[in-house]
């Protein structure tokens, strides 16, 4: 189940949205994209780009991406904490972030004006960060899950990091997850 969990700045808990439609049209409200996408049931890069491809069409158009690329990770993967580490602080990008989710789970944190929404994203949804909006990605401590990427230029995707360690007071991806979901 996707979910919004809403904090303020320091961390404390606001609110919870469960109902995807709800989270959406939040979202939606402040520029963000949120989709639910239906899953095909395809692995491997070259057959989920195939299988995907009038979605990817759709949202190359609308953002005028030029490729996309398969992003996968798994538990046992050797570099798994620093990889986590590398989208943990709070960052912007002078491009859209955009991702899809396949099969697995992922938290975009994103800080909007004083208020962070942290969205659990699982496999069927699609998030856009928009550019220039703080925000970080975690993954958790055991990370799993295969995402499509799309970008413009390579270097819109580039990590402007903020400074701010707000990201540290936030409960992190592990922590929403065990209190709000069972599996
Ligand atoms: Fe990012």
């Known amino acids: 189940m996707s979910l919004l969990v809403v904090y ?3 961390g404390n808990f606001l609110w919870l949205e469960k109902d995807h439609q709800a989270i959406s049209q939040k ?3 402040m520029g963000v994209l949120f989709e639910r996408w239906s899953i095909k049931p395809v692995k491997g890069q070259e057959d ?3 299988a995907y491809q009038d979605d990817i069409q759709r949202i190359n158009e609308t953002f005028h991406f030029i490729s996309v690329d398969v992003a996968s990770i798994t538990p046992d993967h050797p570099k798994k ?3 986590r580490n590398m989208f943990l602080k709070e960052h912007t990008h002078s491009d859209f972030e955009v991702r899809f989710f396949i099969e697995g789970r992922g938290t975009f944190y994103l800080h909007l004006q004083d208020k962070v929404y942290a969205v659990v994203c699982e496999e069927g949804d699609l998030i856009s960060v928009p550019a220039g909006t703080p925000h970080w990605f975690d993954m958790g401590k055991n ?3 295969t995402a ?3 970008f413009t230029i390579p270097e819109g995707w580039v990590a402007n990091f903020t400074g701010s360690n707000i990201s540290e007071v936030i409960p992190d991806h592990d922590s929403i997850v065990s209190s709000w979901l069972t599996s």
Do not use: A, N, V, Y
Request: zero cysteines.
């Open 27 to 29: 979202l939606r409200d």
């Open 143 to 145: 990370p799993h899950f």
């Open 148 to 150: 499509i990427r799309f």
């Open 48 to 50: 989920i780009l195939s």
């Open 81 to 83: 904490e620093e990889l």
């Open 8 to 10: 303020d700045e320091t």
